[in-house]
């Protein structure tokens, strides 16, 4: 497999799972580029971005510095994020949960991709968060296009996850928003721009898991309002409106099959 033109992108992949909601978020960071003086390697400019905007929300909002952000931990006001090893009260778990999706300007524009599935729907056969993720995958595929090569990061914790990125490597059904190829529903668009298996790598140590697990809960949580499944103490203290917080330009709207 050759390099492609529009160099490498890794997709950072997290879910979250509350019944009757299915979640999966990717974050698209740039790897590899073709710059003026070649081939280059980039990614690491976007991780020393990161690193100051986790600086950033540490001297802000004065937490810990090396703490890992968990969504769910964090909005519960659990973890004793705070410098001196208290916790956060909800207003300010809520606080610093809104700045943190809302202060992603290093991340490229159209660069989140978010697909859930419910508890009825089907996707390739498959169910639950496997249905999302299939839909995750053909969006990833959709952004990688003809022109760019892609590698993928799992959080630890799902190896089933390995093996369903494995058979969307090679049968990936996939609609077509004209609707239909040559008269048919569906083309096998499998994920071959990929030239490597998945990657698993634990939260606690990637900044950009972190985040797309910060998008799914966001995303999952508002879901669960919209469809008056949220708790009214919830609804309350705002968590139905953390994952408005994020900068739409941020979210690639236009990655259909």
């Not at 004065?62 to 909800?90: C, D, Q």
């Not at 595929?141 to 022109?147: A, L």
């Not at 090569?149 to 059904?173: C, T, V």
């Amino acid at each position: 497999m050759d390099l492609r033109d529009g160099g490498m992108d890794i997709f950072y992949i997290d879910e979250s799972v509350k019944h009757p909601f299915y979640v999966a978020s990717a974050v698209c960071i740039p790897f590899i580029r073709n710059t003026e003086s070649g081939w280059s390697f980039v990614w690491g400019d976007y991780l020393n971005d990161a690193t100051d905007w986790r600086r950033y929300l540490s001297n802000n909002h004065r937490i810990k510095s090396r703490k890992e952000l968990h969504a769910h931990e964090l909005i519960a006001s659990k973890g004793l994020y705070k410098i001196g090893g208290h916790n956060l009260n909800p207003n300010e778990a809520v606080g610093l949960y809104r700045d943190a999706i809302g202060s992603l300007d290093f991340i490229p524009n159209s660069s989140i991709i978010t697909c859930f599935a419910n508890d009825k729907t089907s996707l390739m056969g498959a169910t639950g968060i496997k249905a999302s993720l299939f839909g995750l995958f053909q969006r990833i595929r959709s952004q990688c296009g003809r022109n760019r090569n892609g590698m993928i990061f799992f959080d630890d914790g799902h190896l089933e996850y390995i093996n369903w990125y494995r058979q969307a490597s090679k049968y990936l059904p996939t609609g077509s928003r004209y609707g239909g190829w040559d008269g048919q529903q569906t083309k096998n668009l499998p994920l071959e721009m990929f030239p490597k298996d998945a990657n698993i790598k634990p939260s606690s140590l990637s900044i950009f898991l972190q985040i797309a697990d910060l998008i799914a809960y966001a995303a999952r949580v508002k879901l669960e309002a919209e469809n008056n499944l949220l708790a009214a103490k919830r609804i309350k203290r705002g968590h139905d409106r953390i994952y408005d917080s994020l900068n739409i330009s941020k979210i690639n709207l236009r990655v259909r099959p």
